[in-house]
C-alpha cells in the first residue's frame, strides 16, 4: 500500500469510528491525525498545522510536533503572512529568508528548509500543513505529494 492510500485508510478509519459514535471528529484529533501521518512519511524536526481564521484574518496553528511551546504559539496577519502567499497546491521553500520567514525566536534560526501543503475541507483551502528541516537538505516533490494527499482528505 502506498504512503497516500495508507492516510486515507487511517483518515477512513477514523471517519467511520465517529459515524459509529455519532459525534463529529475534534478539531485535535484530526490535527493529531494529520501530524502523525506526514512524521510517519516525511523526514522532518518539525511539523505544525496551519489554520486561517477568515473572520480575523489571522494565520495561527493548530498543533505541531517539535516545535517549541512558544514557537507553536505564533500568529500571522494574513495579509502580511507567508502562509498567505504559498500557492494553491503547496511549494518547498529551501531559500525561506527570501521568501518572508519570520525568525522570531533563537529557535527559528535552526530552520533552513520548509515544505507547506493545503489543507482542504469541501475543496476550500483552510491551512496549510507545514513540515520544518533544520538540515540544508531540501525536500523533494514526493514529499509535497504525500503532504497534498494528506491535507486533501482532512
Same mark, same amino acid.
Given at each position: 500500500?502506498?504512503?497516500?492510500?495508507?492516510?486515507?485508510?487511517?483518515?477512513?478509519?477514523?471517519?467511520?469510528?465517529?459515524?459509529?459514535?455519532g459525534?463529529?471528529?475534534?478539531?485535535?484529533?484530526?490535527?493529531?491525525?494529520?501530524?502523525?501521518?506526514?512524521?510517519?512519511?516525511?523526514r522532518s524536526?518539525?511539523?505544525?498545522?496551519?489554520?486561517?481564521?477568515? +473572520?480575523?484574518?489571522?494565520?495561527?496553528?493548530? %498543533?505541531?510536533?517539535?516545535?517549541?511551546?512558544?514557537?507553536?504559539?505564533?500568529?500571522?496577519? %494574513?495579509?502580511?503572512?507567508?502562509q498567505?502567499?504559498?500557492?494553491?497546491?503547496?511549494?518547498?521553500?529551501?531559500?525561506?529568508?527570501?521568501?518572508?520567514?519570520?525568525?522570531?525566536?533563537?529557535?527559528?534560526? +535552526?530552520?533552513h528548509?520548509?515544505?507547506?501543503?493545503p489543507?482542504?475541507?469541501?475543496?476550500?483551502?483552510?491551512g496549510?500543513?507545514?513540515?520544518y528541516?533544520?538540515?540544508?537538505?531540501?525536500?523533494?516533490?514526493?514529499?509535497?505529494s504525500?503532504?497534498?494527499?494528506? %491535507?486533501?482528505?482532512?
Open positions: 500500500m502506498s504512503a497516500g492510500a495508507h492516510a486515507v485508510a487511517k483518515v477512513s478509519k477514523l471517519e467511520s469510528l465517529a459515524a459509529e459514535m459525534t463529529a471528529r475534534p478539531l485535535e484529533a484530526v490535527v493529531d491525525l494529520v501530524i502523525d501521518q506526514i512524521s510517519d512519511v516525511v524536526d518539525g511539523t505544525a498545522v496551519w489554520l486561517y481564521d477568515s +473572520d480575523n484574518d489571522l494565520w495561527y496553528i493548530a %498543533g505541531s510536533r517539535g516545535l517549541s511551546w512558544r514557537a507553536s504559539r505564533v500568529r500571522f496577519r %494574513g495579509s502580511r503572512a507567508l498567505s502567499r504559498i500557492a494553491p497546491e503547496g511549494e518547498i521553500i529551501s531559500d525561506l529568508d527570501g521568501a518572508g520567514f519570520h525568525r522570531l525566536y533563537p529557535e527559528h534560526l +535552526d530552520i528548509s520548509a515544505l507547506y501543503a489543507i482542504s475541507i469541501s475543496g476550500k483551502r483552510v496549510l500543513l507545514a513540515v528541516r533544520k538540515r540544508r537538505e531540501p525536500f523533494t516533490e514526493e514529499d509535497l504525500f503532504a497534498r494527499t494528506v %491535507g486533501a482528505h482532512v
